[in-house]
């Protein structure tokens, strides 16, 4: 066995290699030639009746053959799979040459947007955000709230009531953050609390199981309503980008004495529009001056401190300020309704 036959044998081999259209074929190749028997075997086998000088280049010569005819194997294996899968691309109908899908671009909830808007406009004038568990005790809720068991006030609010014993609940406002504050935070003080509310209400265009609001609250020394007033009047003046005139009508609620309902102009008319259903007035929250008792479940001394509060519609201003006409929609999680928001 000559240099120049193993050259040429491992020439034949590669070729045979490289023209075999299955794997199965290159397995067949593979036994002729490095099997029992096959072509390197039979190379090894010669060597004991050669000159012992030629030996070793023999041995060493179809040791390389061997190594190149496994390579070339590896090679056309490799491109066997490449075509196999190209060819079911294909079938699906992938085509490498297309230019890549449009990348989707994700945007903030329009909740998020507003509520973003009010915590600036609120934390320029001073005050903290603060949160609240929306799994909330009946104390918290109704009780410190100046709305003991008993009190017909209650009926306002139609309350998910969680497990046994009726003490849990989903909080129906965000107003028991109002005690958790004064609980915690030392007067003066100015809070605001954006959050999730729930109530078991039949839903429609504008009513919602679960719902936002904006609690407010700020308690120091001599604040009066007029404070209450000058903070809407700002308030609204950042959030529409112009003067908007307001008025308070008498409200009841437990928690606060005096009570309000705070109107405000409508920011949309001159003469009156849907939004404002042709009245020129929008109603904007339920306000007030921190009752007394309240002031007392939250460990502070109502005969040296007075506050006021409010509860914003968080989810009434998302519809106004981007002319929502159902509330079902705010949180429906329909992306076609959301997109319109990127
Ligand atoms: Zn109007």
Redesign the pocket.
Known sequence: MKAEDLDRLQAEACDAVRAGATKDELRRIEREHLGKGGVVADILASIPSLEPAERRAVGQGANRLKQAILAAIEARENELDAEALAAERKAEGFDASLPPPALERGALHPVTRVTRELEDIFTSMGYRVLDGPEVELDYYNFEALNIPKDHPAREMYDTFWCGEGENLLLRTHTSPVQIRALQKLEPPFRAIVPGRCFRNETVDASHEHTFHQMEGLVVGEDITVGHLIGTMKTFLRELFQRDLEVRLRPGYFPFVEPGFELDAR?P??EQ??S??KRT?W?ELCPCGMVHPAVLRHGGVDPERYTGFAFGLGLSRLVMLRYRIDDIRQIMAGDVRFLEQFA
Request: hydrophobic share 35%; aromatic share 12%.
């Open positions: 409508c949309f008319c009156g529009c939004v404002c020129t929008i």
